[in-house]
Each structure stands twice: as structure tokens, then as C-alpha cells.
């Protein structure tokens, strides 16, 4: 099992960046995936990035080339750098392992998430 919990949310302006932060912990080395999703008021929740264990980033199109995901294995932290934000950003930013609990069997796990107000 693992526990994620968010950071680095808050209220920003128009055009400003942020720093999100996703520390594991518990039987990290069974991740092998980690997502950043965002869901905003009266919206569906959205995939933004993911990263593989072996480093591999993938992006949604609409935050491709304005956010970065990047993981720091030592620290079982993984980030979402976000620049150039909008009001429309503003959300609730989660993150979500994918878990190999088993040969046979994989199990998700989310943190609770941090806001992200962006004023303009």
C-alpha cells in the first residue's frame, strides 16, 4: 500500500507559475506509474501528465509544453512544474499511483489534493 499527499497549491495571478509536489510513501517501489489530474468546478476530471518509474513523461494536449512533470526517486516525490497559468487552471490537483499489487492484480491510490486558485 502507499499514501500520496499533495503540495505546493495556492492562489496565484495570471501568467505566474507553481509547483506542485507528490510524496509517497508506504511500498513505493511498487509504483509504476504516477498521474496528475486536475478537476475544476462543475468540470470532469482531467488527465494532465503521468510518469513511468523509469522516467517517461506523457502529456495531455492542452498543458503540453506549459506544464512538466518530473519525479525525484530518492525523495518518492513526483512534481508537476506549472508555468504561465491561467484562471482557467484553477482546480483541485490530484495525483494517482498505479500500484502492481500482485502478478495479477493492480490497485490505484490518490492523494487528496491541493488547490490551485489563479487570479487574473
Known amino acids: 500500500q502507499v499514501q500520496l499527499v499533495e503540495s505546493g497549491g495556492g492562489l496565484v495571478q495570471a501568467g505566474e507559475s507553481l509547483r506542485l509536489s507528490c510524496a509517497a510513501s508506504g511500498n513505493v517501489v511498487n509504483i509504476y506509474n504516477t498521474d496528475w489530474y486536475r478537476q475544476a468546478p462543475g468540470k470532469e476530471r482531467e488527465l494532465l501528465a503521468a510518469?513511468?518509474?523509469?522516467?517517461?513523461?506523457s502529456y495531455a494536449d492542452s498543458v503540453k509544453g506549459r506544464f512538466t512533470i518530473s519525479r525525484d526517486s530518492a525523495k518518492s516525490t513526483v512534481y508537476l512544474f506549472m508555468n504561465n497559468l491561467t484562471p482557467e487552471d484553477t482546480a483541485v490537483y490530484s495525483c494517482h499511483a498505479d500500484y502492481r499489487h500482485s502478478d495479477t492484480e493492480i490497485r490505484n491510490f490518490w492523494g487528496k489534493g491541493t488547490l490551485v486558485t489563479v487570479s487574473s
Open positions: 510518469i513511468t518509474s523509469g522516467g517517461t513523461a
